[in-house]
């Protein structure tokens, strides 16, 4: 970039007419408006497309236009703020976008009451009917609506030292991008963060029609990546290990050694014995989450569950017989059953049989039902439903119609047989949590 093209800005010194003092810096050589528009549109580009932190935009720039003076943090955030405030960047209304709906706090009273939470987060959200025919259009957008709200709620809880683990799932998924989005250049600055998956991995791409970020997989791992990053001073694991083992003792083996071991049980009970005030760890030393972030998941057959949408991928092919059976008993359930909406449910990719399931399917295709969910349980890698009792803070996020029973089922912990809660705060919309009330008024179970 030539010289030429930049005016230098006087001292005021200089104005004032006399010589700058010795070793006095003086101001920074003020950039032209054609360039300060380029490089205002060129950091906007990569903060908002390519979703580049601000460390990473200041390496960039510094790598590929060495001429730049005085090029620090300071220059990167003003020139950002220059394309938002100076039509650099133009923003697009899309009437059907999701949006930040008020809390109804009416109902998440009555959600506490029903259901003996700690807390719950209703968003107000008119009905979503099908578009266009597509029920998983209307669907995603709740999920997205939903991590948006928990966004905010966790926001307001996240403590210094927190140790957060994180399921797999849509809503999940979209809570922590929208905590990355609302602290792109302003970092929670709370110090000694960890952030770990708390299940394998899928990679397969679920249903969804937004953003090209929500085209990946939308597994704890990549979560906590988004997550992480909305930090000033955090420590990541990735659990980098498949949702599912080939034989239960392969999955006993993968726990014992190397980032597995952060989801040992056997290693959480002894941490929990033997130390239980936190302390400063190494990469695999093993720590309780004391808060986890979790979806209720529902393996509807025509929804973009990821166990639906990625049946055929590598890391499901030791279960995948076992899904497949799953889904055409779902299909069956739906069609001849059509009281059940919902017959299996997940947490941290684990299954369950819902109450609703349990209580009115016939017995032996209830036995059969049981049997595949056992089989694919036994050898998954991911925390189970005692380890979960172990978080002192579990936040679920989840809803849409289809989740309601699975939700229900979570919330009724004592009739699915479950020492404890599984979930202490619920983040869900208006209408499931309508409906949560209603059954419990009803008390069908």
């Known amino acids: 970039m030539p010289q030429a093209n930049r005016s230098v800005s006087t001292t005021e010194s200089d104005v004032a007419g006399r010589p700058s003092a010795p070793g006095r810096r003086g101001r920074r050589p003020a950039l032209d408006a054609d360039e300060r528009r380029r490089l205002a549109a060129l950091i906007a580009r990569m903060v908002l497309v390519d979703g580049r932190e601000q460390k990473e935009v200041l390496q960039h720039l510094k790598q590929a236009e060495p001429d730049l003076p005085h090029l620090d943090a300071s220059t990167v955030s003003r020139l950002y703020r220059y394309a938002l405030d100076s039509g650099i960047v133009r923003v697009f209304i899309d009437e059907a976008a999701p949006f930040q709906p008020p809390r109804d706090e009416t109902l998440e009273r009555e959600l506490v009451v029903a259901y003996g939470l700690q807390s719950a987060i209703v968003a107000e959200m008119p009905p979503t009917p099908d578009r266009d025919g597509e029920p998983m259009v209307a669907d ?46 302003d970092k929670r600055n709370l110090r000694g963060i960890r952030v770990m998956s708390l299940n394998g991995s899928i990679t397969a791409t679920p249903w969804s029609v937004q953003s090209p970020n929500a085209r990946v997989a939308m597994d704890a791992d990549a979560s906590a990546s988004w997550l992480a990053r909305a930090f000033a001073d955090v420590a990541q694991v990735r659990l980098s290990l498949p949702a599912a083992l080939a034989t239960p003792a392969d999955v006993t083996s993968s726990l014992q050694h190397g980032p597995g071991m952060m989801i040992s049980p056997q290693l959480w009970e002894q941490r929990l014995r033997s130390q239980p005030a936190l302390a400063p760890v190494s990469d695999y030393e093993v720590v309780v989450p004391t808060l986890a972030l979790v979806g209720v998941g529902a393996a509807h057959p025509d929804s973009g569950h990821r166990y639906i949408t990625g049946c055929s991928e590598p890391h499901l092919e030791p279960v995948r017989e076992h899904m497949v059976r799953l889904i055409e008993i779902a299909r069956a359930i739906h069609k001849h059953h059509l009281d059940i909406g919902c017959a299996v449910g997940d947490i941290c990719n684990r299954l369950f049989v819902t109450l609703t399931a349990q209580r009115t399917l016939p017995e032996r295709l209830l036995a059969e039902l049981e049997r595949c969910v056992a089989e694919i349980n036994c050898r998954l890698v991911s925390v189970s439903f005692d380890q979960l009792q172990m978080i002192p803070k579990v936040v679920a996020v989840a809803g849409g119609k289809t989740k309601v029973e699975a939700i229900r089922s979570v919330l009724e912990w004592a009739k699915m047989g479950w020492r404890q809660p599984l979930v202490h705060d619920l983040v869900t919309d208006s209408q499931t949590a309508s409906h949560l009330i209603q059954a419990k008024h009803i008390n069908r179970w």
Do not use: K, M, P
């Open 140 to 185: 995603d957008l709740v999920q997205r609506v939903l991590g948006q709200v928990a966004a905010v709620y966790l926001d307001t809880i996240f403590r210094q030292n927190e140790v957060i683990g994180l399921s797999s799932g849509r809503a999940v998924f979209y809570t922590c991008e929208s905590l990355f989005q609302s602290h792109i250049f």
